[in-house]
């Protein structure tokens, strides 16, 4: 499977919501597209899944115009509408009809995808019974159930409580074993659990594509971090005199140093400390996380 989004730009009137973005996905991958609210996420999504026309630009599913080959994506809403009459077996028998798949087919899958939710035993049960954990598995078995090459997930968990958000996430960890997910989030916690490589989008353009090691080598800053007793707080200035030193920020007793070069200057500020009689707490190396990667990237 590849998924080909090429120079894509969509416009609403005077807006531009998505501005010239290109990536590519293939077999396998779990995706995270990431950024903050009003980025364009949900109207790349909506492209992807062919529910928007592109303004400019096309959207190739292994080299068949996406129009054509929508059959083989599942999609998952932020919500998910249901009607609330219908019970899960008749919303997912209903469904499976519209993506062309056979009685004795859905007879089979609709057992299987249930379970693979976490939703065996809810068969007869009304939507309009279910909590927002429960409608969004159901979201998800509706996108899984005809078997599709890719999934595309429009902000999954953000509308969920910490309980229905882990449960989610932990149905996600299981089905991207058996296809490729692309999934839109601005909670980067989950992203960071669920996802090997990241998208970022910024006002409708795509500023990063990596995975999170490179994503952390490339961004994280030579810092060191000490936490020492107010007694050694001299110490301070002593450190904005050395010439490897390029910034020191001072946090109560703790004291973040920001070096040219981790790996050679490290030993050397440890050493400065031992000469001084500093009386060090606790010593790390500060590594960013997703999170403040992200806030550099795109605030």
């Not at 590849?2 to 973005?21: G, P, Q």
């Not at 919500?79 to 499976?96: H, Q, R, S, V």
């Not at 429009?154 to 932990?170: K, Y």
Request: glycine share 8%.
């Amino acid at each position: 499977m590849k998924l080909e989004i090429k120079n894509v730009t969509k416009k609403f009137s005077e807006k531009t919501a998505v501005h010239n973005f290109s990536m590519e996905l293939h077999s396998g991958e779990c995706i995270g597209l990431i950024g903050p609210n009003g980025a364009g996420k949900s109207t790349l999504i909506k492209m992807i899944a062919d529910i928007v026309d592109p303004s400019m630009g096309e959207i190739i599913l292994d080299g068949n115009k996406i129009s054509k080959v929508k059959s083989r994506i599942g999609y998952l809403p932020q919500y998910p509408n249901f009607y609330k009459w219908m019970t899960a077996k008749e919303t997912l028998t209903f469904m499976g009809q519209l993506s062309g798949l056979k009685k004795e087919e859905l007879i089979r899958d609709i057992p299987k995808v249930m379970d693979k939710v976490g939703l065996n035993g809810e068969e007869n049960v009304k939507v309009r019974n279910f909590s927002g954990g429960m409608r969004q598995r159901l979201g998800i078995a509706q996108a899984i159930l005809h078997k599709p090459a890719l999934i595309v997930m429009d902000e999954p968990v953000s509308a969920l409580d910490p309980i229905g958000r882990r449960e989610v996430i932990n149905i996600i960890q299981g089905i991207k074993k058996d296809t490729t997910i692309l999934l839109s989030t601005h909670i980067l916690s989950d992203a960071e659990e669920i996802c090997e490589r990241f998208v970022i989008i910024k006002n409708g353009e795509k500023i990063e594509d990596t995975s999170m090691s490179d994503l952390l080598k490339k961004h994280n800053q030579n810092k060191l971090i000490f936490e020492i007793t107010p007694q050694s707080s001299g110490w301070v200035n002593t450190l904005k005199e050395l010439d490897y030193v390029k910034n020191v920020a001072v946090f109560g007793t703790k004291v973040k140093i920001e070096v040219e070069n981790i790996g050679r200057n490290k030993d050397m500020i440890i050493k400065s400390a031992l000469e001084h009689n500093v009386e060090l707490l606790k010593f790390e190396i500060d590594n960013d996380s997703l999170e403040d990667i992200f806030l550099k990237l795109v605030v």
